[in-house]
């Protein structure tokens, strides 16, 4: 049973459970790995922004979890002025740590609710936004999140997301649930599959690739592009014009 919105987890409840998971998210060869495909997206996300924003001389990296999102487009372009944004404290210590020592450029920390946050309008060349965006709750909040972002990307610049997914479907949203099941199953075994599902439906209120696309042509992206799918994953994002 789906919980109610009303019934998810607290901002303060995800951000305990990341406080005490750092280590997960501190491979940049494997990512995340309860996220399908996760480096092939990483890797996706960043040759995107390389080939469509010029210059790029700054990244925002929302949800930065421990950095490996800025980490592998720091292996292409640097010195880079990067600013990390996240809910856990020590997510962002080890995410300052790992970038730091490879920045050629200004490393910057903010914890915090991106959505809640004082950041410049107009600023980043470059915005990435991996396994976060589905903590989003009733599509008030999608709206006024996927504006904020248009609001803080520089002119020519981009926005780069990867996340859980759901479908228009019932029965494909069905069949991919049961897919990325076998997939965690695949990896630590059925209870592993039971604590990650018990998770998301605490904490996440994911929305369908499409949805989100034309949310980003809505909120002002003149450029839209699908990046790669499978299963409940997806690797996306958008191009936001000069005037």
């Known amino acids: ?7 998810k987890s607290s901002i303060e409840d995800i951000r305990l459970r990341f406080d005490a998971d750092v280590e997960r998210f501190s491979n940049l060869e494997t990512g995340q790995q309860a996220t ?18 010029h210059p790029i001389r700054s990244v925002l990296d929302i949800g930065c979890g421990a950095g490996n999102n800025t980490l592998k487009l720091l292996q292409h372009v640097n010195p ?21 020592a ?21 600023r980043y060349d470059v915005i990435v936004a991996a396994a976060v965006l589905h903590h989003l709750r009733d599509d008030c909040d999608w709206e006024a999140a996927f504006r904020k972002i248009f609001n803080l990307t520089a002119p020519g610049g981009s926005v780069w997301i990867t996340d859980l997914v759901a479908h228009e479907i019932s029965g494909v949203q069905d069949l991919m649930w049961a897919r990325y099941g076998a997939y965690l199953e695949s ?17 996440d209120s994911p929305r369908p690739v499409t949805y989100q696309m034309d949310l980003l042509r809505r909120v002002g992206f003149v450029e839209v592009d699908l990046l790669h799918k499978n299963s409940c994953f997806a690797a996306f994002g958008g191009k936001k014009g000069f005037l």
């Open 1 to 7: 049973m789906t919980t109610p919105t009303e019934h």
């Open 36 to 53: 399908v495909d996760a480096p092939l997206a990483m890797e996706l996300i960043t040759r995107a922004a390389l080939a469509v924003t």
């Open 80 to 100: 880079l002025d990067c600013c990390l944004v996240d809910l856990s404290g020590p997510m962002l210590e080890r995410a300052r740590e790992r970038v730091g």
């Open 102 to 122: 490879v920045n050629h450029g200004r490393t910057a920390i903010l914890q915090g609710d991106f959505r809640t946050l004082d950041l410049p309008a107009g």
């Open 187 to 203: 990896l630590q075994g059925e209870e592993y599959r039971r604590k990650v599902f018990d998770y998301i439906d605490r904490e």
